[in-house]
């Protein structure tokens, strides 16, 4: 037995909840650490990247999930240690603002927690999803999975900022424990019974970790892909800590309307990612190669337009244009999901999980790396030149990585650029 549609949508799920207690960590709780509290954006910027660097045992997960069963164990459990890391930062915001030293060690130790449960749920989910779902329904399972954890990035973001105003700690913090506790109850009832009923194909090895990994490098198409995963989501990532507070020092929106602003982001993630699905399917326009050149020359684009926004006036309306670049992400995205999936059950058999973990470290490295980076660049170059003209320069050379994936995509997926290859993107008959 194979995971029916029903069951794939119970599974994404288990997404929804990951990105919906994520979020908080990189929208609000950031923007609260930068604008209120007045700290260096570095400080949440090396906070984010902790519980990504911590992510780089995912491939370890995805060669256990590959080796042996249990994976809902894993799942929840992960979901558990993410929600307490979740309300730990928020807790350690609160701390933050009247002993620094206190407050900076609980959101350590809350961001380790974050990254050990986004890696172990995160990836043990994926690994669940490529052993037993039927092999041409791959690229629609991730699609759905992704779209409906965007749509909790999106819904969670909306709604926290509607009700964090006026803000105040102890809001902050019941507001978080209500989203981190529903999460857990909402993954342990989708994950309930689903491993049982199908066969989850992991077959007996006693092949080390290090050799089954060693064993899918050597592979040119998996070794391609990791390097084009780790520079689009460079790019990808690098506006992640320093929107808000982008909108916050120079448009003045407050804490309430820069939260909301993350979610009309995601919000266009979404629409984007719904677009390349109906075009490829229904429409039957594009490929996958097509579709992910387009979106990071539209997100480039985006960029510019942001970056000179800043240098007009506050008058002009950022809230489209992040919509926008928020639209073209998604484009870009989601064919990148359809590709990772058609690529991870190709090459030796028993490596899905490895393979799909090994893309998941290579984005989560790349996410820490890049939103590090574009928060220590705005902290470096506000000390030389005006806030708006240092945010501009970051997302300029974000603009640039864009384009630098287009190009490498063009070159890495031709191979992948064939007819139908984005038929499978979401379901359809």
Known sequence: MTLSWLGIVRLGLVQM????????TTSTLNRLMVVELALPAVLPGL???????????????????????????WIVGGMVALALGGFGAAAGVVVLETAFMPGLILSIVAYALIGLGVGASGTSLLALLATATEPR??????????????????????????????????????????????????????VWGIERGVIARAEPDSMPFLDGLREVWAERDARNFTIFVFLSMTAYFMQELILEPYAGLVFAFTPGQSTSL??????????????VGIAGTALRLGSLRAWVIAGCIGSAAMLCVISAMGQVGPALPL???????????????????????????????????????????????????GGLLGAAAV???????????????????????????????????????????????????
């Open 17 to 24: 909840c990951l990105g919906a207690i994520v979020v908080l």
């Open 319 to 369: 809230v489209p244009a992040v919509v926008a670049l928020g639209y073209f992400n998604g484009m870009f995205a989601v064919a990148a999901i359809g590709s990772m999936m058609a690529l991870a059950g190709q090459g030796r058999g028993a490596r899905e999980g490895t393979r799909m973990g090994l893309w998941g470290a290579a984005q989560a490295i790349a996410a820490g790396f």
């Open 137 to 190: 329904r791959r690229p629609a399972a991730a699609t759905i999975t992704w779209l409906m954890m965007i749509a909790g990035i999106a819904v969670t973001a909306a709604t926290v900022g509607a009700f964090l105003d006026p803000y105040t700690p102890a809001l902050l913090l019941r507001i978080v424990a209500i989203v981190c506790t529903g999460a857990v109850v909402l993954t342990a009832l989708a």
């Open 262 to 275: 993350s979610g009309a982001q995601n919000g266009g993630v979404f629409l984007g990612m719904v677009t």
């Open 379 to 429: 902290d470096a170059m506000r000390t030389v030149m005006a806030t708006e003209t240092a945010f501009a320069a970051v997302f300029s050379f974000e603009a640039v990585l864009y384009l630098a994936s287009a190009l490498l995509a063009a070159r890495i997926m031709q191979g992948r650029d064939r007819p139908g290859a984005s038929a499978h993107l979401v379901p359809g008959e």
């Open 47 to 73: 906070l984010v990247a902790l519980h990504y660097g911590i992510q780089i045992t995912r491939p370890n997960w995805g060669f256990l999930s590959d080796t042996g069963g249990h994976r809902t164990r």
